[in-house]
């Protein structure tokens, strides 16, 4: 069974772009979560996503946006880039909302 | 590559006892490990973590336990009560770098 898989693995943009992040859940998994992880910040959500809705979003700016796909497959966007944002995203999967995640393998982002 | 296992997708416990979730990792060069705690419909929270320079770290009720020699380590919850029930992540880093996390394990107290 293929896990989570995050693309791309690395990225590097500059201040003031906008990127799309990948995500493709395990298969028949509906419930797709985000994270950003930065060190010292631990892991902190973003936003989950089930059936194609947005269940629940973290305290982040309204420059990072979501979305998901019929085949439960999500992207994550984020726009004016600052050098803050700078950090590993992690995308996670599972059944149904209160259920086990499985996470990938993260996007490195570097923003310069 | 799984290198942060949990091998226990569920453990249920009576209200007042012992919880003991454990998770297991490959990657000897990971120098700090985390716990984070889950419920449903909401992002994680980080609950505890320890340093690979020591074997055992302490908050309240919680008690991460750190064993190198065997990459182990376990989180004792005591007592348990039932606003602990969640769903249980151990993450693993090191350098700061990239954070390896287990599956999870659904933790159930039972009142």
């Known amino acids: 069974k293929a896990g989570v898989t995050q693309t791309p693995r690395y990225l590097i943009k500059t201040r003031g772009q906008q990127v799309t992040l990948s995500c493709s859940p395990i298969?028949?998994?509906?419930?797709v979560s985000w994270y950003q992880q930065t060190p010292g910040q631990g892991l902190q959500f973003l936003f989950e996503?089930?059936?194609?809705?947005?269940?629940n979003k973290g305290n982040f700016p309204g420059r990072f946006s979501g979305r998901q796909f019929s085949n439960s497959r999500s992207e994550m966007n984020v726009s004016t880039l600052e050098l803050g944002d700078s950090a590993l995203y992690l995308c996670?999967?599972?059944?149904?909302?209160?259920?086990?995640?499985?996470f990938g393998q993260g996007t490195r982002l570097t923003v310069v | 590559d799984q290198q942060v296992k949990q091998n226990s997708p569920s453990l249920s416990v009576q209200e007042g006892r012992i919880s003991i979730l454990n998770c297991d990792y490959t990657?000897?060069?990971?120098?700090?490990f985390l716990w984070y705690k889950k419920y449903p419909a909401e992002g994680p929270t980080f609950l505890i973590s320890?340093?690979?320079?020591?074997d055992k770290n302490e908050d309240g009720r919680f008690t991460v336990f750190l064993n190198k020699s065997a990459k182990h380590l376990s989180l004792h919850i005591v007592p348990s009560q039932p606003g602990d029930s969640a769903v249980y992540f151990c993450?693993?880093?090191?350098?700061?770098?990239?954070?390896?996390f287990g599956a999870g394990t659904r933790l159930t107290v039972k009142p």
């Open positions: 996670a999967s599972s059944l149904a909302w209160d259920t086990e995640a499985f």
């Open positions: 298969s028949g998994h509906r419930s």
């Open positions: 996503y089930f059936s194609e809705t947005q269940r």
């Open positions: 990657n000897s060069m990971f120098d700090y």
């Open positions: 320890i340093s690979s320079i020591k």
């Open positions: 993450a693993a880093q090191y350098n700061n770098n990239d954070m390896r």
